[in-house]
């Protein structure tokens, strides 16, 4: 069955540390990958999305994310967190079929120490 | 741009009444979808179109919930009646299929049944 996994439901850093999100997705073919984030009160905003080429991709607000296939991950990184990223983030899948829909993880919230 | 628009942005409506949410979506967008947000059972997909036809509405939770999309800028999902069960936040997205998978989510409608 198509999946997605966000095995954390809750992540602390502290101000200026480095970041990493993981998901993992169950799918027998490349799919298409992407990243949002939701503020609370807020509807969901794209992040960042990997269709193919390069497997690092960049996306709004100094976030990367790496599709690695041999691990089925697709792993949000930032290098330096600010209070503002604090927020709730879903990984979500698609291209499976020809429906266009996407299968949206559990999400991980964000928490930031000052 | 204007991005999608739905409205209203809250809703508090007593159990048994018939709650009406609207959803624009992006100009020239072709695919619409309807999502449920809750803390338990997180982001589900109720029902999508393309080109106007409800495509998929497996993910509709029972015959209370309805949906329609007369036409291209304009969709609304309807609640008869509703129940306390369906407080939740209801999110629309659009996309332009054939061209992108990512999808736009407008703000939500926070619903409260009491």
């Known amino acids: ?114 | 741009d204007a991005g999608v628009i739905q409205s209203p942005r809250h809703e508090v409506t007593e159990m048994g009444q018939e709650v009406t949410l609207r959803c624009k979506p992006i100009s020239g967008h072709n695919s619409l979808f309807w999502y449920r947000q809750t803390m338990m059972r997180g982001l589900e997909l109720l029902i999508y179109f393309n080109n106007n036809v409800p495509i998929d509405d497996s993910g509709m939770p029972e015959d209370r919930f309805s949906a329609k999309m007369p036409n291209a800028s304009f969709s609304t999902l309807k609640i008869q009646p509703s129940e306390p069960r369906d407080s939740a936040v209801y999110f629309c997205a659009s996309n332009l299929r054939g061209k992108t998978y990512e999808q736009y989510f407008g703000p939500g409608t926070r619903l409260t049944v009491t």
């Open chain 1, 1 to 114: 069955a198509q999946s997605v996994t966000q095995p954390d439901i809750h992540i602390t850093v502290s101000e200026g540390a480095s970041l990493e999100l993981r998901c993992n997705y169950s799918y027998g073919a490349t799919p298409y990958l992407f990243w949002y984030v939701q503020s609370p009160g807020q509807g969901l905003q794209l992040l960042l999305k990997y269709f193919s080429g390069d497997t690092l991709v960049q996306g709004i607000k100094g976030f990367e994310a790496e599709f690695k296939r041999s691990q089925s991950s697709f792993n949000l990184r930032k290098p330096s967190v600010h209070w503002s990223d604090a927020a709730e983030y879903f990984c979500a899948v698609g291209g499976m079929d020809s429906s266009y829909k996407l299968i949206f993880g559990s999400g991980t919230r964000l928490l930031v120490r000052p």
